[in-house]
């Protein structure tokens, strides 16, 4: 196994400094991707002109964001002001969405502060009638945090709104229907669960217990980033809320994981981050999965062969 990791590249400064002269775009530049039309942008999603340039004409019919949580790697800003930047790049969401369209958002709580910023969001969320609140998924982790004197926190939370009526495909997970039970009269029959199901797998509910988390042993895996969400939960929500074909946007690219599983999934992807390594990491992933088949670099990194080469001078 590649053993060759980056740090956290949000606090590591002097590398961040040698990795920017790598990086194709700038504030303000967006890349069109010249075989499907992905377009990933270093841009800001509270800035209405950027908004503007990455979506030109178009409309999204699948928004997946995971912002920030005000927690870590983020200055951080009082529960108001982080409330207030999420309702300006919510509006411009809403904008870029069609009539019929999904909106999923991670957000964290944090349980030594209140649980914000989940609680004071899902309020701020009622401001926005348009979206109908249609559930709170929670997905496992298998890795925790916690004393001897509170509950293992092993959990990151899911929103799920809708604007009009947007398409929901029933989606299977490899879970197997094993538990019995659950009868129901049909045609004056009582029958049982596993009489009646249609495939040999259970459908996936609102808690995710069968996404495995990213870790340096996974080949998905992409150091340097701290808040990598699983290819599989991102493949499941753009299976299930949009169609091939259409366009899915993700404002806070990160690691580039919406614009994989759209790439995989046969949708098209507008997908920004303010931050031009993060931006230059979601294209090189693209291109590293076309030109090898690999999700990811395991234990290694994106710019091993500049730093490598770099190292040899």
């Known amino acids: 196994m590649n053993n060759n990791p980056l740090p956290r590249l949000d606090t590591a400064p002097e590398l961040r400094a040698k990795l920017l002269p790598f990086c194709r775009l700038s504030p303000g530049q967006i890349w069109c991707d010249p075989l499907t ?11 209405p002109g950027h908004i503007r ?65 989940l609680p004071d969001f ?80 259970i459908r996936p509910g609102n808690v995710w217990v069968d996404v495995q988390q990213v870790f340096y042993r996974l080949e998905e895996n992409v150091s340097g980033c701290y808040a990598q969400k699983p290819l599989k939960a991102i493949e499941r929500i753009v299976q299930a809320s949009s169609r091939p074909g259409e366009l899915v946007i993700d404002f806070f690219a ?5 614009l994989l599983a759209a790439e995989r999934l046969g949708r098209r992807c507008f997908t920004i981050d303010t931050d031009p390594i993060f931006c230059e990491i979601t294209i090189r992933r693209l291109e590293h999965y076309r030109a090898s088949g690999q999700t990811g670099w395991q234990n290694g990194h994106a710019f091993q062969s500049e730093l490598d080469s770099a190292a040899r001078l």
């Not at 699948?62 to 009082?78: E, T």
């Not at 991670?106 to 502060?113: F, Y």
Request: net charge neutral; aromatic share 12%; hydrophobic share 35%.
């Open 37 to 47: 039309g992905h377009r990933v942008g270093c841009l800001d999603a509270t800035n």
């Open 122 to 201: 899902m309020l701020m969320m009622r401001e926005f009638t348009e979206f109908a609140p249609r559930s709170f998924i929670t997905m496992r982790n298998q890795r925790g945090y916690g004393t001897q004197h509170n509950w293992m926190a092993v959990r990151q939370e899911l929103l799920y709104y809708a604007k009009g009526r947007p398409v929901f495909n029933v989606t299977y997970t490899d879970i197997p229907k094993i538990l019995r039970g659950y009868y129901k009269t049909v045609n004056g029959q009582r029958t049982e669960n596993l009489e009646r199901s249609k495939a040999d797998t």
């Open 254 to 258: 990160h690691a580039g994981t919406t």
């Open 53 to 117: 340039q990455l979506l030109g004409d178009a409309s999204a019919t699948l928004a997946v964001h995971d912002p920030p949580y005000n927690l870590v790697a983020f200055p951080r800003r009082s529960i108001e002001e982080y409330i207030d930047w999420c309702r300006h790049w919510l509006r411009l969401t809403d904008q870029s969405l069609a009539a019929d369209a999904a909106l999923y958002v991670w957000l964290g709580a944090d349980q030594n502060d209140g649980f914000q910023p």
